[in-house]
């Protein structure tokens, strides 16, 4: 069986001006999981969305895996946009107009007793009426971004040979398109598997020579409990 392991970034600059950036404590998750990987798996193809915060769990993740195995992997990483996240800022501004003033909602949220609650709110109002909705005002509507990861997938799949250890380094909302395809779930269910999803967590799928895709675990973030690194959700 060919391995797939979808890997979500590290922490995020959460309430910072740019979020697409990992944080401190982001690095380090990365390299503790490519610290843990180097123990776990020989892979044969890197992939990584264009995100920043994508790129830069990669790179940190690689750091991690080359210095605990003692040499380098040789490998070049392959930048496919198809495991890009959703757009939350334009999911955001389609809620609520007046969010597309990032002055403006910063301050609405920051200025609260618990923003990171507060945010999550008005996230979880935003996505559930993204995922509902017909009338064409998004960027991306929630079935484009379906068929383009699970396309990113299929296309792994295809052209990998049995013998395949493929790392895929992406984001929550779009590994939970990954599970919800895989395991045949509703949209708001593979949502909620999404906002229970660790940084740096693996998920891992399996596939055989005819494309058959199983789930063999999800959401593991073992590698930082070892370690005693923080466990982060955003």
Not at 193 to 210: K, S, Y
Request: proline content about 3%.
């Amino acid at each position: 069986m060919a391995e797939l392991y979808l890997i979500r970034h590290g922490q995020a600059s959460f309430g910072q001006e740019n979020y697409d950036a990992l944080s401190e404590l982001g690095a380090l998750q990365a390299q503790t999981l490519g610290q843990s990987l180097a123990n776990l798996i020989k892979p044969t193809q890197l992939i990584c969305g264009s995100l920043n915060r994508q790129q830069q769990t990669m790179d940190h993740m690689l750091a991690g895996f080359e210095a605990a195995a003692g040499k380098t992997l040789g490998l070049p990483v392959q930048v496919n946009p198809a495991f890009n996240e959703f757009d939350h800022e334009n999911v955001l501004q389609v809620f609520n107009p007046d969010f597309k003033n990032r002055e403006f909602m910063a301050k609405q949220i920051l200025s609260q007793k618990e923003p990171e609650k507060v945010f999550h709110k008005l996230y979880r109002q935003a996505v559930f009426k993204w995922l509902e909705d017909r009338s064409g005002q998004y960027d991306e509507t929630f079935e484009d971004f379906h068929q383009r990861v699970n396309q990113g997938v299929d296309s792994i799949i295809k052209n990998a040979n049995r013998q395949e250890c493929v790392v895929v380094v992406s984001s929550a909302g779009a590994i939970s398109m990954c599970v919800q395809q895989v395991l045949g779930i509703s949209p708001i269910k593979a949502f909620e598997l999404n906002e229970m999803m660790a940084n740096t967590a693996i998920t891992r799928l399996v596939f055989n020579e005819v494309g058959d895709l199983n789930m063999s675990y999800f959401n593991n973030y073992q590698h930082l409990s070892l370690a005693d690194t923080k466990v982060t959700y955003r």
